[in-house]
């Protein structure tokens, strides 16, 4: 079945830019109607999703991350990758990819997750 792979630095600077990919195998990000989202997780804010771009390559993001998240995807490599500018060290989380819906962007196939912490 959907497995999906997420892929990047573990660490980065503070007021860099995160980079993180998502390697999906089993199905095409292309398919009617599915949904590719980032959540994260932290001690702080707990389970947060970020965003998603769906099977046609529109972009949702949630309000709070808006000005600094961006999703974009590479159909050739069945890829869709996160970009979060200026990150603090309030961004360290454990980061996943998912699978998800119109009706729910976080569905039931998500990555295993990867760490990422923001230090100097």
């Known amino acids: 079945q959907v497995q999906l792979q997420e892929s990047g630095p573990g660490l980065v600077k503070p007021s860099q830019t995160l980079s993180l990919t998502c390697t999906v195998s089993?199905?095409?990000?292309?398919?009617?109607?599915?949904?590719w989202s980032w959540v994260r997780q932290s001690p702080g804010k707990g389970l947060e999703w970020m965003g998603a771009?769906?099977?046609?390559?529109?972009?949702y993001y949630s309000p709070s991350l808006k000005s600094r998240a961006s999703i974009s995807r590479d159909t050739s490599k069945n890829q869709f990758t996160l970009q979060l500018k200026s990150v603090t060290p309030e961004d360290t989380a454990v980061y996943y990819c998912a699978r998800g819906a119109r009706s729910s962007y976080v569905g039931d196939y998500w990555g295993q997750g990867t760490q990422v912490t923001v230090s100097s």
């Open positions: 089993g199905g095409s990000i292309t398919t009617n109607y599915y949904y």
């Open positions: 771009i769906n099977y046609g390559g529109s972009t």
